[in-house]
């Protein structure tokens, strides 16, 4: 495996790849779980080439990240990636990626980054936003791999791509679940045993959304309320928001039909954890 830290010998290796068979590309900020392994091992056995990312450009504030701890895990992360059959790990610095005098940035705009994670976190979703295309820009991939735990980073990255007209093929990968439900996080290493168990209500307040949409309910604020109540029965976890929204434009809906996303953002104790599952249009459940 490969390391590369500096941005022109990345542009210069994405360029000798021109013909040399798909790139497959899984941007992180490092300190990986098996959530992220599932992304890398999509691409691995999609694409002939693979390029993972580690670069923590910004963390959402108030989620319990601690961007001074990221580098801990560097060599950590990077045995893990050397042990996989990925091609190049790509560690730009931050001063590289956005030098002082750094003055172009893309704003997307509406629902999708003012509404829910965007009500706390507009400016951080632009600088995600930014950072992403910096890095496809980078590392021109064919496929780009994304989580559907981060369902609204999910949506402004299919925004981007079609908006700007970027020629790379997304796929979303499930949410990587541990057997109690609790969707793996980086920010579950915040929480200590018992706050972990609290956390698993998260899971279960949504598949309550699910259950009262099954029993024929499709007037989001009685689906919201039934996932609230859920929260509410345990006291370590404090809901942010409980919502049902189109999952490609997170605006609100009139009423519950196929093609609906329930989401849940929640603090436990230092962290807050984002989960979510999607009716889709053909009336499945991705859980
Ligand atoms: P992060 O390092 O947190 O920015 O995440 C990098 C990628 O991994 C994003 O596309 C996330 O959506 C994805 N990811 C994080 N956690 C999970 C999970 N539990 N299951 C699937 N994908 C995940």
Not at 76 to 87: E, I, K, P, R, Y
Not at 119 to 124: G, N
Request: proline share 5%; net charge negative.
């Amino acid at each position: 495996m490969r390391i590369i830290t500096n941005l022109e010998e990345m542009t210069e290796t994405a360029r000798g790849w021109l013909s040399g068979g798909s790139v497959g590309f899984v941007p992180t900020k490092g300190h990986l779980h098996i959530g992220h392994l599932a992304l890398i091992q999509a691409a691995l056995q999609e694409c002939e080439i693979n390029v993972v990312s580690i670069f923590v450009d910004a963390v959402a504030p108030g989620s319990g990240e601690d961007p001074a701890a990221y580098p801990h895990y560097l060599a950590q992360d990077l045995q893990l990636l050397a042990s996989t059959n990925v091609d190049v790990a790509f560690l730009p610095r931050a001063g590289d990626m956005y030098p002082p005098d750094f003055s172009t940035s893309i704003a997307p705009t509406g629902p999708l980054v003012e509404r829910l994670e965007g009500a706390s976190r507009l400016a951080y979703l632009r600088q995600f936003a930014t950072g992403i295309l910096k890095l496809f820009q980078l590392v021109r991939p064919d496929i780009a791999y994304f989580g559907q735990k981060d369902a609204q980073q999910v949506a402004i990255i299919h925004r981007i791509v079609r908006d700007l007209n970027i020629d790379i093929n997304l796929r979303v990968l499930p949410t990587v679940r541990e057997n109690n439900g609790l969707a793996v996080a980086t920010s579950n290493a915040a929480l200590s045993p018992m706050q972990r168990q609290a956390a698993t209500v998260i899971h279960r307040a949504l598949l309550a959304g699910k259950a009262v949409v099954e029993n024929g309910e499709t007037r989001p604020a009685s689906i919201e309320k039934a996932m609230a109540d859920m929260v509410a029965t345990e006291s370590a976890v404090k809901l942010d928001y409980a919502a049902v929204c189109r999952p490609d434009t997170f605006s609100e809906i009139d009423a519950a039909a196929p093609g609906t996303l329930l989401v849940i953002a929640a603090y436990v104790g230092m962290a807050r954890l984002i989960d979510n599952i999607l009716w889709t249009s053909d009336d499945r459940w991705l859980l």
